[in-house]
């Protein structure tokens, strides 16, 4: 792995930064992006994936692995009156999360490092596509992080490549989850799955 992998903290690539065109919650929105961070050339397919089967956030909202920002820039859209917490570990994503949400006019976001989230925090929404590429140790930690962190009634949608690992990922976390919390498949297209995590209320 290079030093500049998008889950590095501290991307080693010139800060070089560019407008793009995407379609967010069905406008083309300007945004900004950089190299050094997950999907700089725009949206991509797992993440489009997610945002296309999930239901309208609710209540606290959650984004594990904000990058630029597409699914914290869409739930803080849907849910203005909502609190959206976009987290990463790459300083660069941060600071371009934070730009677009400005740029859109988002003043219902709040972007920084998990560290930097209030340890006490329960989230009703939680939508991820998560990093599969940190490896399967990193990303099992990741999940049980932030997961346990649910509120009563409360779910996390995330979007897993077939080929990654999504089905075997979803039966560790029936495993690993309370016997009353449910995980299933809620969709599969363009060779990824969608999964829901629900807390009983």
């Known amino acids: 792995m290079t030093s500049d992998h998008y889950f590095t903290a501290s991307p080693a690539s010139a800060d070089e930064r560019r407008t793009i065109d995407v379609e967010l919650n069905g406008t083309v929105r300007k945004v900004e992006t950089a190299a050094g961070i997950f999907s700089p050339a725009g949206l991509d397919k797992g993440t489009a994936v997610l945002l296309q089967h999930v239901p309208t956030p609710r209540g606290r909202v959650l984004d594990i692995g904000c990058g630029w920002g597409p699914i914290t820039l869409t739930a ?8 959206v917490h976009g987290v990463d ?6 600071e371009l999360t934070r730009l677009n949400a400005r740029r859109l006019g988002l003043d219902n976001v ?16 939680i939508w991820s596509n998560p990093p599969i590429r940190i490896g399967k140790e990193a990303l099992h930690e ?3 992080l932030w997961l346990p962190r649910l509120a009563a009634g409360g779910e996390a949608w995330l979007v897993v490549q ?3 690992g999504s089905d075997s ?16 498949r809620e969709a599969t ?9 629900s807390r009983p209320a």
Not at 76 to 83: M, N, Y
Not at 190 to 197: C, D, G, W
């Open 76 to 83: 803080a859209e849907q849910s203005p009156a909502s609190t």
């Open 89 to 94: 570990v790459n300083e660069r994503s941060i």
């Open 110 to 125: 709040v972007v920084g490092t998990p560290d930097s989230v209030d340890a006490e925090l329960e989230f009703d929404t």
């Open 142 to 144: 990741l999940l049980m």
């Open 162 to 164: 077939k080929n990654l």
């Open 169 to 184: 990922l979803q039966k560790w976390l029936i495993d690993q989850l309370p016997s009353d919390w449910s995980v299933t």
């Open 189 to 197: 297209a363009k060779a990824f799955r969608v999964l829901k995590v």
